[in-house]
């Protein structure tokens, strides 16, 4: 399905010209697949692609940028807890994965191939960590040190356990959705009792039944990088005693 553009020509989806050029990826290899292969392939003429996108790598990510766009959008509006507003941003980015698998898990096993394309992924999570830390942070007095170190964790732990319940799903595909959703509330309880006090609220309660509390003591000077990584091990040590 094609869009109406000014002076009557048709504008084709994003998705529909990222699934060509991912297909295209997949079957002749990122870097023998050229601009011109995709705009015939996706029908849309070459300087329309390049006025659009720019790039290879920048038709491979156009979605996650106006996902991005939606998930500040949603920031903005959300009337809600701060804690529980992000938790809800990054469910609403699992879901548009989840909804996708032809265009997300090629593109997955594309990223993991291709160190340039890592490092596009990298930059564009650090984007969603910022977008949250900043809106955490948002919720203190100006210039309280300790409420902007707290919300760098809480989003660090965020992101963390998110990219842990997506890349398990990106592994094994054939997992439910449902599944993977109820994985990632559990992942979203740990981090709310994890990084609600630091914030300054309650911890979640526990699920019924449950008992399990998670205590991490890191020392101080930690990298943040060790500290994400550490962080992740934790939620992965703590989904696996379960």
């Known amino acids: 399905m094609t869009e109406a553009v000014r002076g009557g020509q048709a504008r084709v ?8 050029a991912v297909r295209l990826f997949t079957e002749d290899g990122f870097e023998a697949t050229t601009m011109d292969g995709i705009a015939a ?8 692609l390049f006025r659009r996108f720019g790039s290879k790598e920048d038709i491979l990510f156009a979605e996650h940028d106006e996902l ?39 593109r997955y096993r594309l990223v993991r191939a291709h160190p340039r394309l890592r490092d596009r992924e990298v930059a564009m999570t650090a984007r969603y960590q910022s977008a949250f830390s900043r809106y955490l942070a948002a919720g203190g007095e100006e210039g309280d040190g300790n409420r902007s170190l707290a919300a760098q964790v809480a989003a ?11 890349r398990s799903w990106l592994r094994r595909p054939e997992q ?3 599944q993977v959703l109820a994985g990632y509330d559990d ?20 699920a019924a039944g449950s008992s399990k509390v998670v205590v991490a003591v890191y020392p101080g000077g930690l990298g943040r990088d060790e500290l994400v990584r550490r962080i992740a091990s934790a939620v992965d040590r703590a989904e696996n005693a379960d």
Do not use: K, W
Request: glycine share 4%; aromatic share 2%.
């Open 13 to 20: 989806p994003t998705r529909e010209v990222v699934l060509a």
């Open 41 to 48: 392939a996706s029908g849309v003429s070459r300087r329309s």
């Open 68 to 106: 991005f766009a939606s998930v500040v959008r949603y920031l903005e509006e959300s009337a809600d807890e701060p804690l529980d507003t992000v938790c809800a941003a990054a469910r609403l980015v699992l879901q548009e994965h989840l909804r996708d698998p032809e265009v997300t898990v090629p």
């Open 156 to 166: 660090a732990s965020l992101i963390a356990a998110h990219n842990h319940v997506l």
């Open 176 to 178: 439910e959705a449902r």
């Open 187 to 206: 992942a979203m309880d740990l981090v709310r009792r994890s990084a609600g006090p630091m914030l300054g609220g309650p911890p979640a309660r526990e």
